[in-house]
């Protein structure tokens, strides 16, 4: 009987990772609602209508330091890219939007590489990994994306920050590592250019 109990914490754990991730996929793909963290929390305000969200300087929490096995094999981590913009882009290679934007993030990545600007995907959800690397060939993705079917990396961002709110998300982190901006659904190149801008410029300042 106690045996069999033990695992019953890791099963649990990996239950609730599940559901959460399943939950935040649900937001983002089946209907426009939001698992709070908007404009109305301290410390940053929307830009350009509700999808739109950045934190001045001086502002802003800390991201995250997400990690873990990229769809190529390698390992990425978070704080590697200390000292450039990070672009993390929350993606699922069942997600229309995902791959209505994918091209879009693709070109803004490439406009961008030589200003100091990473682009990293989160990819979630996609519980074959073999759909994952399909997707990114077919819509010409060249930057690293972490497998996390789980969704346990999205976890690890705090509630009322700038966090995943749906899928796909794509969030702005500043060369400090600290969450600069955030759009919530799909996005566009103009969209993204307006609140990647002011993060790049600010080493200018």
Same mark, same amino acid.
């Given at each position: 009987?106690s045996?069999m109990? +033990?695992?019953r914490p890791?099963?649990?754990?990996?239950? #609730?990772a599940t559901? $959460?991730?399943? #939950?935040?996929?649900?937001t983002?793909?089946s209907s426009?609602?939001?698992?709070?963290g908007?404009?109305g929390?301290?410390g940053f305000?929307t830009?350009?209508?509700?999808?739109l969200?950045?934190a001045?300087a001086?502002?802003r929490?800390?991201a995250?330091?997400?990690?873990? %096995?990229?769809?190529?094999? #390698?390992?990425?981590?978070?704080s590697?890219?200390r000292g450039?913009v990070v672009? *993390?882009n929350?993606w699922?290679s069942?997600?229309g939007?995902?791959r209505?934007?994918?091209k879009s993030l693709?070109?803004?990545?490439?406009?961008?590489?030589?200003q100091?600007?990473?682009?990293?995907g &989160?990819n979630?959800?996609d519980?074959? +990994?073999?759909?994952?690397v399909r997707f %990114?060939? %077919?819509?010409g993705?060249?930057?690293?994306? &972490?497998f996390?079917?789980?969704?346990?990396? *999205?976890?690890?961002?705090a509630?009322?920050?700038?966090?995943?709110?749906?899928?796909?998300?794509? *969030?702005i982190?500043?060369?400090?590592?600290k969450? $600069? #901006? +955030?759009?919530?659904g799909?996005?566009?190149e103009d969209?993204l250019?307006? &609140?990647?801008?002011?993060?790049v410029?600010?080493?200018k300042q």
């Amino acid at each position: 009987m106690s045996a069999m109990a +033990r695992p019953r914490p890791r099963v649990a754990a990996a239950a #609730a990772a599940t559901a $959460a991730a399943a #939950a935040l996929a649900l937001t983002g793909c089946s209907s426009s609602g939001s698992s709070g963290g908007g404009a109305g929390q301290v410390g940053f305000v929307t830009v350009k209508g509700t999808n739109l969200s950045k934190a001045d300087a001086g502002r802003r929490g800390a991201a995250p330091d997400i990690s873990g %096995e990229t769809l190529e094999g #390698a390992q990425a981590r978070l704080s590697d890219y200390r000292g450039k913009v990070v672009v *993390l882009n929350v993606w699922g290679s069942w997600c229309g939007p995902c791959r209505a934007e994918a091209k879009s993030l693709q070109t803004v990545s490439e406009k961008y590489k030589d200003q100091g600007v990473q682009f990293l995907g &989160i990819n979630t959800r996609d519980t074959e +990994r073999n759909n994952a690397v399909r997707f %990114e060939q %077919e819509q010409g993705v060249t930057y690293p994306s &972490i497998f996390d079917p789980a969704g346990t990396q *999205l976890l690890k961002f705090a509630k009322g920050s700038l966090n995943p709110q749906s899928i796909p998300t794509t *969030l702005i982190v500043d060369r400090d590592g600290k969450l $600069a #901006a +955030r759009a919530v659904g799909g996005t566009t190149e103009d969209a993204l250019e307006s &609140i990647l801008q002011p993060v790049v410029a600010e080493q200018k300042q």
